[in-house]
C-alpha cells in the first residue's frame, strides 16, 4: 500500500503511477534527501519528539541506505514514486516501525524544496569552479597572446586593429558578470525551508534553528506557504545558466568562425573535432556548434520553469514536480558546456600570422588616421571626411592605407607628414589605446593580473 494510501479504497492504475512518478529524475537528489532526514530526525530526538534510541536507528538505517544505493546493492522502485518516499520505504524495511516516524512534523512539500536548495547549493560551487576553470584558460591564452595582433570587428566587418589578448578578455568580463548572478542565486537558495510542513508549518515543537545549523544554511525561510512553493532559485539559475550559455554561444560562434578557411584564424586540435562521413578531408567545429546549439534548449528550460510557475495558487501544487527535468537539464547543460569549452580552447592553435594578415587590409587603422588630423588641430569631423576620401582613393587604387605615398596623403590633407607611416602601423595603432580597458599590451597585462588575483579570492571563498 502507499504511504498515503488510508484514504483510498483502491490501488493506483499502473498508468497513474508511470504518470505520476518522478523518481526517474528526482533520484538524483538521494544524498540531499538522506542528509536531511538525518537532520531532522536528530532535531525530533532532540525536541523529545521521538526517542534517542529511534533516532539512532534512523541515522544508522539512512547511512546504511546511502552506502548500499552507492554500491548498487538496492535500487529505487516506481511504486514508492519519488525520491523521498522511495528512502522511507527502504528505511522502513530495514529498521521497522521507528521508519515510520521519520516523516513526523514534516511534508513531501517542505521536504523536497528543502532537496532542492541543498542540491543546487552544491551544483552552484561546482559550476562557479567550471567558470573559474574557463576564465583561467583565457587568462593563460590572453598572457600567451600579448602581442598578437588581430583585427576587430562591428558587423563583422573589420573594425580597427586589437590584440587577440584583449578580444579573450571580452569572454573573461563576460564570465565574471555570469559569476556574480551565480552568487546572488547562492544567496536566495542558501535559506531553509524544513518545518514549512505542507502549507501551514506544523503543531509540534521544532528547532529550526538546530536544522538549519546542521545543514548549513545561513537563513530560514519565514512564510510557510512561501517556503513550500517557492522556486525563484530554481527560475534564478535558469536565468543564469540561459545568460552564461549565450555567452559561451557568442565564444562558440566566433570559434566556428575562426575555423573556416576564410578566416584561418585558428585550428582546433583533433581530439575536439570531428570529421565527415562523406567527405574525408572535413575537420568541423561539432563541439563548438553544439555548445550553440545547446543555448537554445537552457533558454527553453527557463521559460519551462516561468510557464509552470506562472499561474499557480498557494501553496503547493503537483504542477511543480516538473520543475526538476528543466532545472536538471539546465544543470547539465551548463556543466558540460563549460568542461568542453576550457579544454578545446586550452589545446587550439591560434595563426597568427593570418590574423596580423588580415589587420593590414580592410583599412583596419583608418580611425588611427582621423586621430592623427585631429591631434594637429583639425576637428575631428573634418578629420573623419578627410579620410573618408583618401580610404575611397585607395580602393580604387587597390591599395592601403600604408602604401599610398605621402604626396598622395598631402593632396588630402598638408597637415600628414611623413610620421603617418608610423603612426598608423597597425601594432602602434593598438598599442596606442592605453586607456583603462583598451587593447595596448601593457593595459592588457593588468587586466590578466587583476583577473588572476580575482579568481584566486573567489576561490578561497569555497
Given at each position: 500500500?502507499?504511504?498515503?494510501g488510508?484514504?483510498?479504497?483502491?490501488?493506483?492504475?499502473?498508468?497513474?503511477?508511470?504518470?505520476?512518478a518522478?523518481?526517474?529524475?528526482?533520484?538524483?537528489?538521494y544524498?540531499?534527501?538522506?542528509?536531511?532526514?538525518?537532520?531532522?530526525?536528530?532535531?525530533?530526538?532532540?525536541?523529545?519528539i521521538?526517542s534517542?534510541?529511534?533516532?539512532?536507528?534512523?541515522?544508522?538505517?539512512?547511512q546504511?541506505?546511502?552506502q548500499?544505493?552507492?554500491?548498487?546493492?538496492?535500487?529505487?522502485?516506481?511504486a514508492?514514486?519519488d525520491?523521498?518516499m522511495?528512502?522511507?520505504?527502504?528505511?522502513?524495511?530495514?529498521?521497522?516501525?521507528a521508519?515510520?516516524?521519520?516523516?513526523t512534523?514534516?511534508?513531501?512539500?517542505?521536504?523536497?524544496?528543502l532537496?532542492?536548495r541543498?542540491?543546487?547549493?552544491?551544483?552552484?560551487?561546482?559550476?562557479?569552479k567550471?567558470?573559474?576553470?574557463?576564465?583561467?584558460?583565457?587568462?593563460?591564452?590572453?598572457?600567451?597572446?600579448?602581442?598578437?595582433i588581430?583585427?576587430?570587428?562591428?558587423?563583422?566587418q573589420?573594425?580597427?586593429?586589437?590584440t587577440?589578448a584583449?578580444h579573450?578578455l571580452?569572454?573573461?568580463?563576460?564570465?565574471?558578470?555570469?559569476?556574480?548572478?551565480?552568487?546572488?542565486?547562492?544567496?536566495?537558495?542558501?535559506?531553509?525551508?524544513?518545518?514549512?510542513?505542507?502549507?501551514?508549518?506544523?503543531?509540534?515543537?521544532?528547532d529550526?534553528?538546530?536544522?538549519?545549523?546542521?545543514?548549513g544554511?545561513?537563513?530560514?525561510?519565514?512564510?510557510?506557504l512561501?517556503?513550500v512553493?517557492?522556486?525563484?532559485f530554481a527560475?534564478?539559475?535558469?536565468?543564469?545558466?540561459?545568460?552564461?550559455?549565450?555567452?559561451?554561444?557568442?565564444?562558440?560562434?566566433?570559434i566556428?568562425l575562426?575555423?573556416t578557411?576564410?578566416?584561418?584564424?585558428?585550428?582546433?586540435?583533433?581530439?575536439?573535432?570531428?570529421?565527415s562521413?562523406?567527405m574525408?578531408?572535413?575537420?568541423?567545429?561539432?563541439?563548438?556548434?553544439?555548445?550553440?546549439?545547446?543555448?537554445?534548449?537552457?533558454?527553453?528550460?527557463?521559460?519551462?520553469?516561468?510557464?509552470?510557475?506562472?499561474?499557480?495558487?498557494?501553496a503547493?501544487?503537483?504542477?511543480?514536480?516538473e520543475?526538476?527535468?528543466?532545472?536538471?537539464d539546465?544543470?547539465?547543460?551548463?556543466?558540460?558546456?563549460?568542461?568542453?569549452?576550457?579544454?578545446?580552447l586550452k589545446?587550439a592553435?591560434?595563426?597568427v600570422?593570418?590574423?596580423?594578415?588580415?589587420?593590414?587590409s580592410?583599412?583596419?587603422?583608418a580611425?588611427d588616421l582621423?586621430?592623427?588630423l585631429a591631434?594637429?588641430?583639425?576637428?575631428?569631423?573634418?578629420?573623419?571626411?578627410?579620410?573618408g576620401r583618401?580610404?575611397?582613393?585607395?580602393?580604387?587604387?587597390?591599395?592601403?592605407?600604408?602604401?599610398?605615398?605621402?604626396?598622395?596623403?598631402q593632396?588630402?590633407s598638408?597637415?600628414?607628414e611623413?610620421?603617418?607611416y608610423?603612426?598608423i602601423?597597425?601594432?602602434?595603432?593598438?598599442?596606442?589605446?592605453?586607456v583603462t580597458?583598451g587593447?595596448?599590451?601593457?593595459?592588457?597585462?593588468?587586466?590578466i593580473?587583476?583577473?588572476?588575483?580575482?579568481?584566486?579570492?573567489?576561490?578561497?571563498?569555497?
Amino acid at each position: 500500500m502507499k504511504l498515503w494510501g488510508g484514504r483510498f479504497a483502491k490501488e493506483s492504475d499502473q498508468l497513474t503511477e508511470d504518470f505520476n512518478a518522478s523518481i526517474a529524475f528526482d533520484s538524483r537528489m538521494y544524498k540531499q534527501d538522506i542528509r536531511g532526514s538525518i537532520a531532522h530526525a536528530r532535531m525530533l530526538a532532540k525536541q523529545g519528539i521521538i526517542s534517542a534510541a529511534e533516532k539512532d536507528l534512523m541515522v544508522k538505517g539512512l547511512q546504511e541506505i546511502q552506502q548500499e544505493l552507492e554500491s548498487g546493492q538496492i535500487e529505487f522502485t516506481v511504486a514508492a514514486e519519488d525520491i523521498h518516499m522511495n528512502i522511507e520505504t527502504l528505511l522502513t524495511a530495514k529498521i521497522g516501525a521507528a521508519g515510520k516516524k521519520l516523516h513526523t512534523a514534516r511534508s513531501r512539500n517542505d521536504q523536497v524544496a528543502l532537496d532542492m536548495r541543498m542540491y543546487m547549493k552544491d551544483v552552484i560551487i561546482e559550476v562557479r569552479k567550471l567558470i573559474f576553470d574557463l576564465q583561467e584558460t583565457l587568462l593563460k591564452l590572453a598572457n600567451d597572446h600579448l602581442q598578437t595582433i588581430m583585427p576587430g570587428y562591428t558587423h563583422l566587418q573589420k573594425a580597427q586593429p586589437i590584440t587577440l589578448a584583449h578580444h579573450l578578455l571580452a569572454y573573461f568580463e563576460m564570465l565574471k558578470r555570469d559569476s556574480g548572478r551565480l552568487d546572488d542565486c547562492f544567496k536566495r537558495t542558501d535559506v531553509m525551508p524544513l518545518g514549512s510542513g505542507a502549507l501551514a508549518s506544523t503543531g509540534f515543537d521544532l528547532d529550526r534553528e538546530y536544522v538549519k545549523a546542521e545543514l548549513g544554511f545561513e537563513a530560514l525561510t519565514i512564510n510557510s506557504l512561501d517556503g513550500v512553493s517557492d522556486r525563484d532559485f530554481a527560475i534564478e539559475f535558469a536565468g543564469f545558466a540561459s545568460i552564461l550559455m549565450m555567452h559561451l554561444s557568442r565564444l562558440a560562434e566566433e570559434i566556428i568562425l575562426w575555423s573556416t578557411q576564410e578566416f584561418s584564424f585558428i585550428e582546433l586540435d583533433d581530439a575536439f573535432a570531428t570529421g565527415s562521413s562523406i567527405m574525408p578531408q572535413k575537420k568541423n567545429p561539432d563541439l563548438a556548434e553544439l555548445i550553440r546549439g545547446k543555448t537554445g534548449r537552457v533558454y527553453g528550460d527557463l521559460i519551462t520553469l516561468l510557464t509552470i510557475m506562472k499561474s499557480l495558487p498557494l501553496a503547493y501544487n503537483k504542477d511543480m514536480q516538473e520543475d526538476k527535468e528543466a532545472l536538471f537539464d539546465a544543470v547539465d547543460t551548463v556543466k558540460k558546456s563549460l568542461m568542453v569549452m576550457a579544454p578545446m580552447l586550452k589545446t587550439a592553435h591560434f595563426n597568427v600570422d593570418n590574423m596580423a594578415q588580415a589587420t593590414k587590409s580592410g583599412f583596419t587603422n583608418a580611425t588611427d588616421l582621423a586621430d592623427y588630423l585631429a591631434a594637429k588641430g583639425l576637428p575631428f569631423r573634418d578629420a573623419h571626411e578627410i579620410v573618408g576620401r583618401t580610404v575611397l582613393h585607395c580602393s580604387k587604387e587597390g591599395k592601403s592605407l600604408e602604401e599610398i605615398p605621402l604626396v598622395c596623403y598631402q593632396e588630402f590633407s598638408p597637415l600628414i607628414e611623413e610620421d603617418i607611416y608610423e603612426f598608423i602601423a597597425v601594432k602602434n595603432c593598438a598599442a596606442r589605446r592605453k586607456v583603462t580597458g583598451g587593447p595596448a599590451p601593457e593595459t592588457v597585462k593588468a587586466a590578466i593580473k587583476a583577473g588572476q588575483a580575482w579568481i584566486r579570492s573567489g576561490r578561497e571563498e569555497f
